[in-house]
């Protein structure tokens, strides 16, 4: 069985699949509890191949790629490798949310679904949402996307609502708002459990990603996300007005 860490199988996949892509392993770190590859895993990646590549994937490809999934790594890396692959430069029509949907679906998307699928920043979202859907789990009559656990390290705790985040935001969760997801703060923009100022909200891409214009709005998972996101990026510096309480 080819590995991902041989030259030898690189090249191979490389010169097979026409998708020339950086070392997945030596550009992100697993997000998920390693598991045996499975067809789940096959599926996911063929699937990825129609909706970004617009072809079948080959065997040796669609192997390779679901022995990273099984590793650990995420479908939004190897999405993101894909949409920046070559292949996909010289196909694509400028317009990802088409692109997907005339790959994988078959058709052009209506109105409402490209209006909603295009408001994301992250091209990856639609992309993967639209590769997985169930029109495309059964136009291909393939898997549903395997179940997986993710990985963190040690300090990082379910945050109640099924995200996990660096134990520090629990802290300044709770300085900021008491943990009340639908706080505002009557003498600024400041909203939600952990008090995105409006143009922190957007400024981060927030706003966009969960389609809400301030973090009140957002579910309480999609706020704990939006705070892991920004600590990231910005460490703890968003919400140094408050480090007397939880430094």
């Known amino acids: 069985m080819c ?27 697993p997000r998920y509890e390693p598991q045996e590859v499975s067809d789940a895993h096959v599926d996911q990646v063929e699937r990825l191949y129609r909706a970004t590549l617009g072809r079948e994937a080959d065997e040796a490809g669609a192997q390779y790629w679901a022995e990273l999934l099984a590793q650990g790594f995420a479908i939004e890396r190897l999405a993101e490798l894909f949409l920046a692959s070559e292949e996909y430069q ?26 909603y699928w295009s408001q994301f920043d992250d091209a990856t979202v639609a992309v993967i949402r639209i590769s997985d859907s169930r029109e495309h789990q059964l136009l291909t009559s393939t ?13 990082w705790v379910d945050a109640g609502h099924g995200v996990y985040v660096p134990s520090v935001l629990l802290e300044i969760r709770w300085c900021e708002s008491r943990d009340d997801y639908t706080a505002a703060n009557t003498r600024s923009s400041a909203r939600g459990a952990y008090q995105f100022l409006s143009g922190s909200w957007a400024a981060y891409g927030h706003a966009k ?11 309480p998972a999609q706020q704990d996300e939006a705070a892991v996101i920004t600590w990231e990026r910005s460490g703890t510096r968003p919400w140094n007005a408050s480090r007397h309480c939880w430094n």
Request: charged share 25%; proline share 10%; with cysteine.
């Open 3 to 29: 590995r991902p860490r041989s030259l030898v199988c690189a090249a191979l996949v490389s010169v097979i699949t026409l998708v020339t892509l950086p070392g997945v392993a030596d550009a992100a770190e």
């Open 90 to 115: 010289m196909r694509t029509s400028g317009d990802h949310v088409i692109d997907a949907y005339v790959g994988a679906l078959e058709r052009d998307p209506e109105q409402a679904g490209y209006q």
């Open 143 to 155: 898997l549903p996307p395997p179940e997986r656990t993710p990985a963190y390290p040690e300090d």
């Open 209 to 219: 990603r969960y389609g809400v214009r301030s973090a009140d709005r957002a579910t």
